[in-house]
T-cell receptor, first 118, second 112 residues
């Protein structure tokens, strides 16, 4: 099956620093990747949708200058949390959409990255 | 606006029982529906995906049904095991632009 990886799996940083999270599709090409965040005992909230080679589309309420997304290739998207603050601490999950057959798309999810900002 | 609701929010059942998790959505015009499993602190594992033209999908002890007209899907788990303990998420894809909408999940605990 399709595999999506994330790196790092866990990061702890000081307030004010920037953190980059990588999302890779390992065995397929992903034209579209998605970034979600999840607070404890809550469901996933979509932050942004990124298509390879174009600017990401951010959901309402998500600061694009705070959460920088780059989708430079069909197998890699990065999320950079700039000037991180404790309220940015969360579980960040990416997913990648692969076209299978001609009738549907399916999203494959990465294992997530736990960000803790001190 | 599409909304996805999962009931119950939490469920505990003895090992060996068959169980049903429910998902409802407000707009019946969907492209597909997926059921996911999430273990604590982990990412999502896709369990079953049902296209809008399908009524059910099966994988091992899992069976997912879809009734678009009533806006409902169920995930049936047969002969539950302690390893089935996890949060189960239902997600609806309204159209081919891939922006799926998640329910809040059902936290399932199988008692040994």
């Amino acid at each position: 099956g399709a595999v999506v990886s994330q790196h790092p799996s866990r990061v702890i940083c000081k307030s004010g620093t920037s953190v980059k999270i990588e999302c890779r599709s390992l065995d397929f090409q992903a034209t579209t990747m998605f970034w979600y965040r999840q607070f404890p005992k809550q469901s996933l909230m979509l932050m942004a949708t990124s298509n390879e080679g174009s600017k990401a589309t951010y959901e309402q309420g998500v600061e694009k200058d705070k959460f920088l997304i780059n989708h430079a290739s069909l197998t890699l998207s990065t999320l950079t949390v700039t000037s991180a603050h404790p309220e940015d601490s969360s579980f960040y999950i990416c997913s990648a959409s692969a076209i299978q057959g001609i009738t549907y798309n399916e999203q494959f999810f990465g294992p997530g990255t736990r960000l803790t900002v001190l | 606006k599409q909304e996805v609701t999962q009931i119950p929010a939490a469920l505990s059942v003895p090992e060996g029982e068959n169980l049903v998790l429910n998902c409802s959505f407000t707009d019946s015009a969907i492209y597909n529906l997926q059921w996911f499993r999430q273990d604590p602190g982990k990412g999502l594992t896709s369990l079953l995906l049902i296209q809008s033209s399908q009524r059910e999908q099966t994988s091992g002890r899992l069976n997912a049904s879809l009734d678009k007209s009533s806006g409902r899907s169920t995930l049936y788990i047969a002969a539950s095991q302690p390893g089935d303990s996890a949060t189960y998420l239902c997600a609806v894809n309204p159209n081919r632009d891939d922006k799926i909408i998640f329910g809040k999940g059902t936290r399932l605990h199988i008692l040994p």
